[in-house]
């Protein structure tokens, strides 16, 4: 495969610019202040070349250049401007691109704001940028094809959509800004200097939280929009490698707060700064390497790349091990203050339980990986695993949160606290126990979390003052248990969980509106929190009480669903048009309205493709999923295309494709094989009913049918009735079981999702928060 001169020569320069201008650092860090001009200037061709890099490769998408291979696969000439510009990161060799442009333009945050950690820090990011330029070396972008094609395969059909042209720049700002804090932990480690490399590091480590939340909450929203699967966050492996590293900044900015506050947490916060960045590159491996092929619908093929993403990330765990072991016995760091009625505890504890939620979602999202290595049966954890957990995190998580905004830093023990402890736990642990023991569906994890939940807030309101500032919160826990009984929820561990998400909503609004308008900037913490309180609030509503109904709509009929009329008009084209609507009308009782969901066929994916519709309301929404499209006809019969199913009665059909060959010696014929799964009651049965096409000694075709009988008697046949081969489509009829029915009918699910909108609500709260604390940390930092 041959190669674009000038954008390899790009990607060359720019290795070797920053390469120099690491060298050079490094030299003016051990003193010879010399190389210092040189190192700016180093760096600046590199930031240029990168920028070259950058356009050069829109050049060659906006110019249809097919006789680039990165070009070919992901664009053609039928794409809409903004798609185009989408298409850049839609495949690995462009990500990289963006992503090394992005890391070159916030190193000269680095340059301006790091002190006297700058050079070092620079050094650190230099290896940063060589392990995007040393695999672009390998995986270029400009790679060419041996011809020039008339036009590209164009872009996903998955990717056509307006959130592909934001989504994507948002995670990787947040992957690129991680290697600040990193760079300055690292530096900090080096010249044995911790007095104010958080200052630094702090704003930059609130980016780096926002732009991830930013990303996954985009992710979601668009997976909820367009998959039709009906839900947003599936902890699918690919996903969980940008949450987990988001998790990590979080947890690092309640460190980074305790120190800045205390000077406690001093090693803690370097190793999770540290730790933080080095997620990012294991994300980046378990994405791209391959390895979560069989598991994840998000991941990348293997492209070779393996032995650099391996070695870089064992090069990083390595110098942050030896460069933390050589330190630590140096860093002083005062005690950290246990008080229980502290806010310094409060935070620490939120700290530990993100950090310890990440670190287990990390540990599922491996065992692809593990079990693939080191047993005979990869696999990888369902959504229940991920859940199951979850849960109890969200409860205690909102149990620190509730009080923290109300403690100070100092803290108070009332007098007796300890024999105040041991009655208020023991007697929350004979109820959460209890009800495990006698009630039927509770979980041993209920007893635990409603011990640990219920004994905190005793102890909270043995102190007079928090007494008072609670009873507001602790009216919204009691009123949401009540709300719980009234609306008949059984389960005992959801009840826990929306008691709480109330009880830390409650408390965290009081104290946000405590600081409007004047102290605006003090409120990030609170307005995050009651974000995060909403949200939890929505995922549960949503989910775990989300509610459908399957529909079978001929066309012309109209059907109800919920409180809606629902008709069906039929396509707007043909099903291999993309793109294609399906013409429905709902009518909620004050007239028809228009709903255009889409199903169509991809030749690319080889499959079908289907986007919801959202009927948006106030306190729910209503999810319109088509699942196909049955064609019938009165004189034909049944068409199915490869993997869809028909169920009529007690049977189910699925047609798992066909087979074309010679029938007999003679070249004249031919047949088609069709391969039919039928189940009936716990049964499996495999068809293979045909159809031979000859030709006679006048030219005449002759169709020969040999068709499949099944059924307990062998009662009912199966035959193939025609042959559709463009479309993958084989047309089928059921002499003896069934009449054949209207022209087609839509088969689709309308899911009820409640208070939805809560989880968007509480995410775009969680955004304000953590940019409201980036601005103030910015300040502090400036200082």
């Not at 008709?567 to 084209?573: A, D, H, P, T, V």
């Amino acid at each position: 495969m041959s190669y674009d001169v000038p954008g390899d020569l790009l990607i060359f320069l720019a290795l070797v610019f920053n390469l120099i201008s690491g060298v050079a650092f490094f030299m003016t860090a051990r003193g010879n202040s010399s190389y210092e001009n040189l190192a700016r200037k180093a760096y600046n061709y590199f930031t240029g070349c990168a920028i070259l890099m950058f356009a050069y490769l829109y050049y060659l998408f906006f110019s249809y250049n097919f006789a680039i291979k990165y070009v070919y696969e992901y664009s053609d000439r039928s794409l809409s401007f903004f798609f185009t510009l989408a298409a850049f990161w839609a495949g690995q060799e462009g990500t990289y691109v963006l992503w090394v442009t992005l890391s070159a333009l916030f190193g000269y945050i680095i340059l301006k704001y790091g002190d006297q950690y700058r050079n070092y820090a620079m050094v650190a990011y230099a290896t940063v940028n060589a392990f995007f330029l040393t695999l672009m070396t390998s995986l270029s972008p400009f790679a060419m094809l041996g011809g020039v094609p008339p036009d590209g395969l164009g872009l996903n059909p998955l990717l056509h959509d307006p959130w592909m042209v934001v989504h994507p720049p948002v995670i990787f700002i947040g992957y690129a800004m991680a290697a600040i804090p990193f760079s300055l932990a690292i530096s900090a480690l080096i010249i044995n200097d911790y007095s104010s490399w958080v200052k630094k590091a702090f704003p930059w480590t609130a980016i780096t939280a926002l732009m991830l939340a930013g990303g996954n909450i985009l992710g979601a929203y668009w997976a909820y929009k367009t998959l039709g699967w009906g839900g947003y966050w599936a902890w699918d492996p690919v996903e969980n490698s940008s949450f987990i590293p988001w998790f990590i900044a979080l947890a690092l900015i309640h460190g980074m707060i305790i120190e800045r506050r205390s000077g406690a947490l001093k090693r803690t916060n370097i190793l999770m700064a540290a730790f933080g960045f080095i997620l990012v590159i294991y994300g980046t491996f378990i994405t791209r390497s391959g390895v979560l092929s069989d598991f994840s619908v998000h991941s990348f093929v293997d492209l070779g790349i393996n032995i650099y993403l391996i070695g870089f990330l064992a090069f990083y765990i390595f110098i942050t091990l030896i460069l933390f072991l050589m330190r630590t016995a140096k860093i002083e760091s005062k005690p950290l203050n246990y008080n229980f009625y502290g806010k310094e505890f409060s935070l620490f504890a939120g700290m530990n339980l993100l950090f310890l939620f990440g670190i287990v979602v990390l540990f599922w999202t491996s065992l692809p990986i593990l079990t693939t290595y080191f047993t005979n049966n990869p696999r990888a954890a369902d959504v229940a695993t991920y859940n199951s957990f979850a849960l109890p995190f969200a409860i205690l998580y909102a149990l620190f949160l509730t009080a923290a905004p109300l403690l100070n830093y100092k803290g108070f023990v009332p007098k007796n606290w300890k024999r105040k402890l041991i009655i208020s736990s023991i007697s929350s642990a004979v109820v959460g126990f209890g009800l495990f023991y006698f009630v039927l569906g509770t979980a041993i994890s209920f007893a635990v979390v409603f011990t640990l939940v219920i004994t905190g807030l005793v102890m909270y309101l043995m102190k007079s003052d928090l007494l008072g500032q609670l009873k507001w919160s602790l009216g919204a826990f009691v009123l949401t248990i009540l709300i719980c009984y009234v609306l008949d929820v059984t389960d005992y561990s959801y009840i826990l969980y929306l008691a709480s998400a109330s009880l830390f909503i409650v408390s965290n609004l009081i104290s946000m509106f405590s600081y409007l308008p004047s102290r605006w900037k003090l409120s990030g913490g609170q307005l995050t929190h009651f974000g995060f309180g909403l949200m939890l609030l929505g995922i549960l509503g949503s989910s775990a009480y989300s509610t459908d109904e399957r529909l079978v709509i001929p066309r012309g009929e109209t059907k109800e669903a919920y409180d809606l009329k629902i008709s069906y008009q039929g396509m707007e084209n043909e099903i291999t048009v993309p793109m294609n609507k399906l013409l429905l009308t709902y009518d909620e009782g004050d007239g028809e309205q228009d709903a255009h969901p889409q199903l169509y066929y991809s030749e690319r994916l080889n499959g079908i493709m289907k986007k919801p519709f959202v009927l948006k309301r106030w306190d729910e929404d209503l999810y319109f999923s088509p699942e196909q499209v049955q064609e019938l006809s009165s004189s034909r019969g049944i068409k199915l295309r490869e993997g869809e199913s028909y169920k009529y009665q007690d049977y189910n059909f699925t047609f798992e494709g066909f087979t074309m060959g010679d029938h007999s010696e003679q070249q004249n014929s031919m047949s088609v094989v069709a391969k039919l799964k039928v189940e009936h009651n716990g049964s499996t049965e495999f068809l293979e009913p045909i159809k031979v096409y000859e030709t006679d000694q006048n030219g005449k075709q002759n169709q020969i049918d040999f068709p499949a009988n099944f059924g307990d008697d062998n009662n009912y046949s199966v035959e193939i009735a025609d042959i559709e081969a463009s479309q993958g489509a084989v047309i089928f009829t059921f002499p003896g079981l069934m009449e054949i029915g209207p022209p087609d009918r839509l088969i689709m699910t309308i899911t009820k999702k409640p208070i939805i909108n809560l989880v968007w609500a509480g995410t775009i709260l969680i955004l304000l928060g953590t940019l409201v604390m980036y601005f103030r940390r910015r300040s502090e930092a400036l200082v």
